[in-house]
C-alpha cells in the first residue's frame, strides 16, 4: 500500500507537467503570428521556424520564410519583421535539393530523445516546397539528420538572416 501511496503524487506530477507542456504547444500554435506567406502558394519556398524555449510569455518562436525569387522575411517574438534577398545561387541549390532528398525515407525515422520543449528548449519546424508538395518535418516528432545536405543549408541560412537582424 506504502508503494502506492507514493506512486500518486508522482503520477500526479508527471501528468501535470506534460499537461504543461500540452498547453504551452497549444498557446504557441494559437499565438504565433504569421509572416503572411502560406506553404501552399506558388511562390513559397522553405521555412525555418523556432518554437518555445525560455521565454517570460508565451508565444516564443523565430522564424526564417524563404519565397522562390529569393526573398525572405524574418519575425520573432519582436513585433517587427526583416526583409531581405538570397542569391539566385542559395535558391538553386535549394531547389535541386529539395528536388533530390527523399522526404518519406527522413519522415520514416522517428525522433526519439526528449523534445527540447520538456526542458525549456525550442523545436525546429521545417516547412519546404518542392512543386505541388509541401513536407513539414518537426524536429520532436521526426529525427533530423544534421549531416543532410538540405538541412545544413537551411540551418546556415536561417543562422545567417537572424544575426542581421540582432
Not at 77 to 83: C, E, I, N, Y
Request: aromatic share 8%; with cysteine.
Amino acid at each position: 500500500m506504502k508503494n502506492i501511496q507514493r506512486f500518486v503524487p508522482i503520477a500526479a506530477l508527471l501528468s501535470l507537467s506534460l499537461t504543461g507542456v500540452a498547453i504551452a504547444k497549444t498557446a504557441l500554435a494559437q499565438n504565433r503570428p504569421s509572416l503572411g506567406l502560406s506553404p501552399t502558394a506558388p511562390n513559397f519556398l522553405l521555412s525555418i521556424r523556432r518554437e518555445g524555449g525560455m521565454c517570460a510569455a508565451m508565444g516564443c518562436f523565430s522564424e526564417v520564410a524563404v519565397l522562390s525569387n529569393g526573398t525572405y522575411r524574418y519575425a520573432d517574438s519582436s513585433p517587427k519583421q526583416r526583409t531581405g534577398r538570397l542569391s539566385r545561387g542559395e535558391v538553386r541549390r535549394f531547389q535541386q535539393r529539395m528536388a533530390n532528398v527523399n522526404f518519406e525515407a527522413i519522415k520514416a525515422r522517428p525522433f526519439t530523445g526528449t523534445c527540447p520543449l520538456a526542458y525549456d528548449g525550442p523545436e525546429t519546424v521545417y516547412t519546404f516546397r518542392s512543386g505541388d508538395r509541401v513536407e513539414v518535418l518537426r524536429s520532436c516528432q521526426t529525427h533530423i539528420e544534421g549531416s543532410n545536405p538540405l538541412f545544413q543549408q537551411a540551418e546556415r541560412v536561417y543562422r545567417e538572416v537572424s544575426e542581421k537582424s540582432e
